[in-house]
């Protein structure tokens, strides 16, 4: 009789933790788990990235120096933050980690852009080939940010829903930091385009 009275028991706390979104919880937590080691893993190809292209410029002459002590302060600075799983549940060291990703990426960026002042870099077949590389890095990462967000948006309205809100407040799931972007009113100003004559 007391291992019936048992395996009930247990068969309605079973249900009990289903209904109240227990094991929806545990499948999206995961999900967010997953799809934020891809981001880092992303993020860990495109530092290991950094010294490669930092090397086939180096080799050219007369490249700004300061464009590439940037890019390597921000790629040492990047690498240097802790990322563990608590990170997910605490805003202010993701937002930490993604500012620094961010100024990586910046600085990314503007090596890009000084590098086509530079023909002879431009011909440097190992740095064209990097630049590929990274760009199809970048398109990953965009990739990859994207299904953590996804993730994150779906766990978040569970953890914020009635009634599935209080099972998040019982086994403490938190609403997970998802990413934004870092200058929301510089890029929400229309870009100027200007087809006029080419300045002489």
Request: hydrophobic share 35%; with cysteine.
């Amino acid at each position: 009789m007391q291992r019936w009275l048992l395996i009930l028991v247990a068969t309605l706390s079973l249900s009990s933790l289903t209904g109240c979104g227990y094991n929806d919880f545990q499948k999206l937590d995961e999900s967010s788990k997953s799809a934020w080691s891809e981001v880092l893993n992303q993020y860990q190809r495109r530092a290991d990235l950094v010294p490669n292209i930092v090397a086939s410029v180096k080799g050219q002459a007369n490249f700004e120096q300061d464009t590439l002590t940037k890019v390597i302060e921000a790629r040492a600075k990047a690498t240097s933050i802790q990322v563990t799983p608590e990170t997910l549940n605490n805003p202010e060291a993701f937002d930490k980690f993604q500012k620094a990703q961010g100024e990586l990426s910046g600085a990314l960026s503007r090596l890009m852009v000084v590098s086509e002042q530079y023909p002879q870099l431009q011909a440097n077949q190992a740095f064209r080939d990097l630049r590929v590389t990274l760009e199809g890095t970048e398109n990953r990462i965009t990739v990859a940010r994207n299904s953590y967000i996804k993730t994150v948006q779906e766990y978040n309205v569970l953890a914020r829903s009635f009634p599935t809100n209080i099972t998040a407040k019982v086994f403490s799931y938190p609403p997970k930091p998802t990413f934004s972007v870092q200058n929301e009113s510089q890029i929400s100003v229309p870009p100027t385009v200007d087809f006029g004559a080419p300045k002489k």
